[in-house]
């Protein structure tokens, strides 16, 4: 079982910011939350884990606005889909990673800058 944030560029070009998850007997992932749309094409990404293994996702677009379309309210970080427990994975214990793909049938064809990467307490 897995789950991802991050951003998204479709054929047309536009950005959405999406959540993804697949459960250890899924053959394919699915939408967690609603994409929103990432205009900027950027995003600063969190992932908050309380005791208990428990996480949460957030985000912050900075547009702005506080995830419920109105500009200008924040807060920030916007929280993202349900909390969900920290399990093992296919190595031991969890995992959290920084990944950034391509389509499959379109070759070396993405890219992705990263400015930060940190752990640490918030």
């Known amino acids: 079982a897995y789950r991802w944030i991050g951003l998204q560029r479709d054929a047309d070009g536009t950005v959405h910011l999406v959540h993804r998850f697949a459960e250890s007997v ?4 699915r939408d ?3 994409p929103r749309p990432a205009p900027g094409g950027r995003a ?3 992932i908050e884990t309380v005791p208990g293994a428990r996480c949460r996702f957030s985000y912050d677009l900075g547009d702005g606005d506080g995830g419920d379309g109105d500009p200008g309210d924040g807060p920030y970080p916007v929280p993202v889909g349900q909390e969900f427990a920290a399990t093992p994975w296919r190595w031991v214990g969890a995992l959290l990673g920084l990944f950034a793909l391509a389509p499959a049938d379109q070759g070396p064809a993405g890219t992705a ?3 930060r990467f940190r752990v640490g307490p918030h």
């Open 26 to 29: 899924a053959e394919a992932e």
């Open 32 to 34: 967690a939350d609603r």
């Open 44 to 46: 600063r990404l969190r």
């Open 113 to 115: 800058t990263f400015t």
